[in-house]
């Protein structure tokens, strides 16, 4: 059986790792490049080297940064420094921003506590999220992760750790997917869950 050449065999391979792209479509994708005209291939791969190169985590927030500085959110004065997110992960920011109805600030935790996986308090950002709320003072932190165990867990957990630096500690109302991520809940349920907050643990 012929196959295609190992060079383009190499490219479709890469393509593959990405979410959502199967075989046949890492194919069809490496041969797309192989035919273009233009230059877009290789401005792809610069695109992709620049964003590897220069993009790290926000020093306060953790969302996704360039270079040395803060992320956008963080360095935009119009957000209200009154409300903070905590999220699982820089992506859990997207979907929220989307939603479109949150314009306070966030902080991405690095995942969430489960003994099962090994993951401990001091295994996430909530040493750093403590000195945030002592520092920038907030009036709320709203704990948007995931309605699984170990999102609530994690939830009552930092909510407990908030209880003597008087911040009122909420989360998204109900609406959300049982056990789901936000990422896979719609704009408009995480809008009005977001508007709609309840008091954590109370
Ligand atoms: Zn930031």
Redesign the pocket.
């Known amino acids: 059986m012929s196959d295609l050449p190992p060079s383009v065999r190499r490219l479709a391979d890469g393509l593959r790792r990405l979410p959502g792209i199967g075989a046949r479509n890492a194919q069809r994708m490496a041969i797309a490049v192989l035919r273009a005209r233009e230059g877009w291939p290789e401005e792809l791969a610069d695109a992709i080297r620049a964003a590897r190169g220069n993009v790290r985590p926000?020093g306060?927030?953790g969302?996704f940064?360039e270079g040395d500085a803060?992320?956008e959110?963080?360095r935009d004065p119009k957000r209200d420094g009154a409300v903070l997110c905590v999220v699982e992960t820089a992506n859990d920011v997207l979907p929220i921003e989307r939603a479109g109805v949150f314009r306070g600030r966030y902080h991405c935790l690095g995942g969430k506590l489960s003994p099962i996986h090994n993951v401990g308090p001091d295994d996430l950002a909530i040493g750093a999220l403590l000195g945030r709320v002592r520092d920038e003072g907030p009036a709320e932190v709203v704990m948007a992760l995931g309605t699984d165990v170990e999102g609530e867990t994690t939830s009552l957990y930092i909510a407990q750790q908030l209880r003597s630096l008087s911040v009122r500690v909420t989360r998204p109302a109900m609406g959300l997917p049982m056990g789901g991520s936000l990422d896979v809940a719609d704009a408009l349920t995480l809008g009005r869950a977001l508007q709609h907050r309840q008091d954590v643990g109370a």
């Open positions: 926000c306060r927030c969302f940064a803060l992320c959110i963080c």
